[in-house]
């Protein structure tokens, strides 16, 4: 069995999300330093506020502003803080009861030590320094032994008081990442492998004998591991193709010109057709039937493209079965 | 008045066989459709099925887990679905693949189903990858991992008085030990509490990370009785949700799984098992009181999910497992809990049955 290849692989990507209009108050709100709920018909005070009661799902829209100051129900110290938490020195993870909220949000408190924390401590908050409108508006929580503050007041939600009024938060653009080590598994680790001596090696049903290029380690047919290794091609027929004459926007494909030809290619011995492109002949000559073989450049580790063998045309009964 | 009675009569329908693979830290050397087709073919073969006599078949899986996009469609060369199976995918844990199964089998549209699931935590880190599937607006951007969440949990029990560290520390033993039972589990035997990872929760108090994956197959009425000399009857199964804002919760308390028992009769009569999907400790300490499992219930014989927690499968395992112990006579009743989300957020409740001996 060949080596076992690996791979990093990061996948990133920005999640741009709208909100409704509970929300957008409240980031809004945060974003000028004030904290808002909503009251559900029973009298309750969520915060943070959501858009229907989770109890009754009904609609609510009634903000309240409660206080910048709070009470922990429950907490958890982080020795080792991971990517992208609240701090980067160790905090405790809490949730916290605002005063003049029923419910309690998750954040971060700044504390010295596990000592410094306990169920019931009072926090305020602790804002940050540049805010958009987003959760993190509130850098974390510290503690804080002031008086209690006032009960809270009614809020339209506007914030008609504030310079940036007629701008309120309607999305958020929230950023993830993820970082693997990708292996690719037995079948294809062992593709790749033979491909890297350019050489196209698929796997044969035990059972329906058909070859698989590249297999994934199982017949779709039959549901059995294909374990029988066997080299296929170089050599294949086109069994179909498409004209492409929208420029690739990936930068390892901007040399290619359109219009080009993509192609299903079934290659001598194979029951299931790869694809790539076609080179070496006018975009319009290429044709179901035409034989091709692959052309490796310098260090590549899969064939830059196919172009014709000159051979006569493959008779189409020979690939009707791999359309 | 009309005389079509209103309430249907039920499809009995029955867990005929289970198979799990051995769960272990790393599994580099397969893709998931080649870690999978082993407990495929077991299951087949207990039961002399072809995949061509599977009515319907479901599978549960995240593809968050490994990064690899669309690898639920990849596993399906595993089970022969080409030309086409009447087949469907949650992105859950397998037993809620199992219970869009199970009500696919009373409506009477198929009389077997096949059901599996697979994870594959080790390319990726499972503590960042869970936080995906939290609140997008108010807590996502935050980044607590699963780690931080349950440790909340946990210490609003201590706080409570439900439990304390030594009691949690008895709970992770206990299942290590039970698992030495069971050959395919990660952690078996003697295991180090370790040093916190996040107070108030020690490694010891967490699930291994790991790949694994499992397979049942359901059959209804007679065809059960064919396929197994003891078939597992399902006699209820549901599932319920909590709010998903965690300051909204009690978590000391799981009024989901309660309902969810309830509905699904599990305190009509005692069960003698309950294989209970805990991936920490302390879950365990809230699980037992919603639905209330006193000292003479044999609960995670496997070993649970403390001892083996393939993401996606280990719901899936906890009912096999349940089902497994009908099969062998060692259960006659017994309650399986299947759980997703941050802080037991949302729960499975099946209770399996044997006939009479
Ligand atoms: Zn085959």
Known sequence: ?323 | MCDIPLVPVMRDIALVAFAQTDHRRTSDEHSEVEMLMPVLHDVLAQTGLKTADIGFTCSGSSDYLAGRAFSFTLALDGVGAWPPIPESHVEMDGAWALYEAWTKLLTGDADTALVYAYGKSSPGSVRDVLTRQLDPYYVAPLWPDSIALAALQAQALIDAGHTDEPALAGVAARSRRDAVGNSHAQLRGSVPHGDYLVRPLRTGDCPPIGDGAAAVILAAGDRARELCERPAWIRGIDHRIEAHALGVRDLTDSPSTRLAAEKAGAFERLVDTAELHAPFTSQEVVLRKALRLDDSVRVNPSGGALAANPIMAAGLIRIGEAAARIHRGESDRALAHATSGPCLQQNLVAVLEGDPR
């Open chain 1, 1 to 323: 069995m060949p080596e076992v290849l690996k791979a990093p692989l990061t996948v990133e990507f920005p999640f741009t999300r709208s909100l409704g209009p509970v929300q957008s108050a409240f980031l809004t709100g945060l974003r000028e330093r004030v904290v808002l709920g909503v009251r559900t018909r029973d009298g309750r005070t969520l915060v943070p506020p959501v858009e229907y009661d989770p109890v009754t799902a009904e609609e609510i829209r009634d903000l309240v502003q409660v206080a910048a100051t709070g009470t922990v129900t429950t907490w958890a110290w982080n020795h080792a803080p991971r990517r992208g938490q609240p701090l980067g020195a160790p905090f405790a993870w809490a949730l916290i009861r605002l005063d003049g909220a029923d419910t309690a949000l998750l954040h971060a408190v700044d504390a010295p030590g596990p000592d410094a924390v306990h169920t019931g401590m009072r926090v305020r908050v602790r804002w940050a320094e540049e805010r958009t409108g987003a959760i993190t508006d509130i850098a974390c929580f510290e503690p804080y032994d002031g008086d209690d503050p006032a009960e809270p007041a009614g809020h339209s939600g506007e914030f008609s008081n504030f310079e940036n009024f007629e701008d309120p938060v309607t999305g958020i653009v929230a950023p993830a990442r993820l970082d693997y080590t990708y292996s690719p598994g037995r079948a294809q680790s062992a593709y790749i492998s033979a491909l890297s001596e350019h050489r196209n090696v698929g796997e044969r049903c035990p059972t329906c004998r058909k070859v698989y290029v590249p297999p994934r380690g199982a017949c779709p047919t039959c549901g059995v591991a294909t374990l029988e290794q066997v080299e296929v091609g170089p050599r294949g027929t086109v069994t179909t193709f498409c004209i492409v004459n929208i420029k690739a926007a990936h930068t390892a494909n901007l040399d290619i010109d359109v219009p080009y030809v993509y192609a299903h290619i079934a290659l001598d011995g194979a029951d299931l057709a790869l694809h790539g492109r076609i080179g070496g002949i006018p975009y319009d000559q290429v044709r179901m039937g035409l034989r091709v073989e692959p052309v490796w450049t310098e260090g590549a580790r899969f064939p830059d493209h196919y172009r014709p063998t000159g051979e006569a045309d493959a008779d189409y009964d020979t690939y009707r079965e791999l359309l």
